[in-house]
């Protein structure tokens, strides 16, 4: 898997992180909005929203490189509850969004093999985040 990279990203990034996601979810999404997304995008993949989130200490964010270009991102939960172990808390992906160009090249599958690693490495148990009910994209790399 060479010709993918993964890097961990701060507060400095956020321009690049918002390019990437707004064209993720942009690529997958618009569809379920009956405005194309426009208020969800605005709230979550804004460079003021994500901001926030990248300065969360609770939230851990990473950008996907394929052949050294943006491909997609991960963002991490450290701690939060665990829907199989009421009042224990664990690692949730909460998010996954890769671009449509960068489908089935599998990096979603080391994306999801970070997580893994992050949690064990952790000690922690794992979570996915809840399906908004529309997973016909996401589950084909799990």
Not at 13 to 22: K, R, T
Request: charged content about 30%; aromatic content about 12%; proline content about 4%.
């Amino acid at each position: 898997m060479g010709d993918i990279s993964i890097q961990k990203l701060d507060v400095k990034d956020v321009s690049l992180l918002s390019e990437v996601a707004l064209e993720a979810y942009a690529d997958h999404y618009l569809d379920l909005w009956y405005d194309n997304g426009k208020w969800y995008m605005e709230k979550f993949f804004s460079p003021e929203g994500l901001t926030a989130e990248l300065n969360d200490p609770n939230a851990v964010f990473y950008l996907a490189f394929y052949h050294n270009s943006p491909a997609g991102f991960l963002k991490l939960n450290l701690s939060a509850p665990l829907d199989t172990e009421p009042g224990k808390n664990g690692l949730e992906l909460e998010r996954i969004y890769l671009k449509k160009d960068c489908e089935g090249k599998g990096i979603g599958k080391e994306l999801v093999q970070l997580t893994f690693s992050i949690a064990k490495k952790k000690q922690q148990r794992f979570s996915l985040a809840k399906s908004d009910g529309h997973e016909r994209r996401s589950n084909r790399f799990l």
